[in-house]
């Protein structure tokens, strides 16, 4: 995970029509208010602006939160202008401050949309900054930078290496290697976005990208020139910094695992933390605090010790046959794990380590022996420590997710390769993974029931101020459930009401006789498609790609909803997913 660049500029001190001094830092509700208002700033540069009330409200709550240095939740139905709330208020506060969201198009729509628009509105007139606000981006500017994940940027020291031994498959990579070894000449960003011609699934990409494993920091020969060191850079002068919940619990986790070494992250402190799309911070957080073991992974470590080894010419004949025995044995016991497609509970681990104890056993003797022989390598290049420590890290890991009866946590398997649904092959991480040579992966997973406790100790204890916010956090009204799943005990709760009138601008309509979504997708899509659900000229507008749009989003939201709040039950992601599709079916719904 990680950043890229971004010079959007924004003068510090706004100067409105309405009242540049009340729009400055620190200032009262009353200056909202005249932006927000009926005929306020916002009203005069955009003529379809409509005032919400409750947009001038979470702008109010967002302002107090900062101010008071508190942690806030606040829900606010779609179409109430959320990005607006919280980044007026941001660009007042004068702080520096991470926005984070669910989806890479809200990171879009904010860099690309919401903060020029604002840049424009606020600043149109008077691009001066009030004195003592002069940074190093001009006279009264405010940076903003945009941060993608690691595995975006090109690792300047693998393309070294890889210059000195290329070791290449095909044509196919020869020709990509050549594309990205001239681009790294002149790029300034190492975004592989740049490069256009790649493929999105290149192998090649993912033997070359700048992932946190495999990076030795400061220790690296590259690391002032590194694309990596530079985002940081730029984020440390960054007042906005744009990033999705992924790359911050990325970040979480590394600097947790790292004990928050000077290195350890890309994210600088920030005086708060925004979370946009906030409904999915636990989901998100669990994948990154729990733990993931595959065959694919001993894979990459295998190619790594091996081209490191060959790259500093010490590749011994014991150091091989290590290598060997690893990849045989991972193989091997990876190929023994109960079979089942896609995710599925490992509720047998104690039977099966009954009958399999030996390949376990085979398996964790050849990471130790591969560790040994590492640690053995004399006056080691810096990137084998790396290495060793990487391979102990499997050893744990594996050892955890077998033998742990750790009771918050769930132990599953996911196997990704050939027999994949559409619909996840259009997710490119995994697709690249399941594609990686050119078999199923299997992963071995443990994740957290409950993340509470672990955030409330590493997250809200250590932030000034965060907010949360989304169009669905509210439970009963309230917001206990998601406090008691989040571990966030203190924090102000504002549920703002709809702009929408739902009760007679809104239908619900329950067809009696369509297919089952899960299983008979194509056909869902087109019955409901027929349906002419209502009569409205609305609905009947809709085309079919919309529905099967609209449709797939609603599922998948449905299913992951029920996976929280099921996740410590066996077996009851699957099966109480479609308990709850069911009804549709049978018209009983
Ligand atoms: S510092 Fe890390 S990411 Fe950057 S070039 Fe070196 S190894 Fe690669």
Known sequence: MVIIETPVSLPMQPASSVSPTRLSPGGKDASLYQFFAPGGVLSRSHPAYEFRRGQLQMAQAVEQALTEKRHLIVEAGTGTGKTLAYLVPVIRSGKRVIISTGTKNLQEQLFHKDVPFLEQVLFRHDDRAPSGAESSHGPGRLSVCYMKGRNNYLCRKKLYDLTDQPVLSGLEEI?????????????????RAELAELPE???????????????IGQKCSQWERCFITEMRRRAMESDIIIVNHHLFFADL??????????????????AAVIFDEAHELEDVAGNYFGISVSNLRVEELARDVEQSLQHNRILSPSLSGALGSLRERS?????????????FAFETRREFLEENGDEFLALNQALTRMAGELEGVPQKPEEVFNLVRRTQEIQAQLGFAMESDDRNTVFWIERRGKSFSPQRRRDTEKAKEASYGGRQNVFLQATPIHVGPILRECLWSKLECAVLTSATLAVGGGFEYIRKRLGLEHARESVLASHFDYQNQALLYVPPDLPDPPTEFADYSKS?????????PVTRKCTRSTIDCSVKSNFQCCARGMRRKTRCSKNSVSRRTQCFLRPHRSGKG
């Not at 020709?175 to 975004?191: H, M, P, S």
């Open 331 to 343: 193989q091997f016991f990876f190929s023994l794990l109960p079979p089942g497609d896609g995710r």
């Open 528 to 536: 409901l498609a027929d349906a002419r659900l209502c009569s409205s």
């Open 175 to 191: 020709e990509q290697y050549r594309a990205i070894a001239a681009w790294e000449k002149t790029t300034g960003t190492g975004d």
């Open 253 to 270: 986790a590394i600097k947790l695992q790292a004990d928050d070494a000077p290195d350890a992250g890309i994210l600088p402190e920030a």
């Open 201 to 215: 699934a290149s192998l090649l990409w993912h033997k070359l990208d700048a992932r946190a494993d495999a990076c």
